[in-house]
């Protein structure tokens, strides 16, 4: 079974927060949220919005894409200057 985007969301954004030292709570202070919400983000109990990933992706030092990036294998990622769809 697919896991769900919030779970894989939620790996990829403890993973990367790990990766840099941050805490939980540093996290969440640095995008206006508690710690408990970084956490519900985390676990995947949580979705994140559109804005609020965008402002985790900053404070990470990513693309917001690389948290979309081999969701599944057959999703494409494209670029903003990609023009062979339009």
Do not use: W
Request: with cysteine; hydrophobic share 30%; glycine share 6%.
């Amino acid at each position: 079974m697919q896991e769900s985007f919030n779970c894989a969301c939620g790996k990829k954004i403890r993973s990367r927060r790990l990766s840099l030292g941050l805490t939980q709570s540093k996290l969440g202070e640095r995008v206006g949220v508690t710690f408990q919400q970084i956490q519900k983000y985390e676990k995947g109990t949580n979705g994140v919005s559109a804005e609020r990933l965008l402002k985790i992706a900053e404070t990470l030092k990513v693309n917001v894409l690389y948290f979309y990036n081999n969701y599944r294998p057959n999703f494409i990622v494209m670029e903003e200057n990609d023009k062979s769809s339009s």
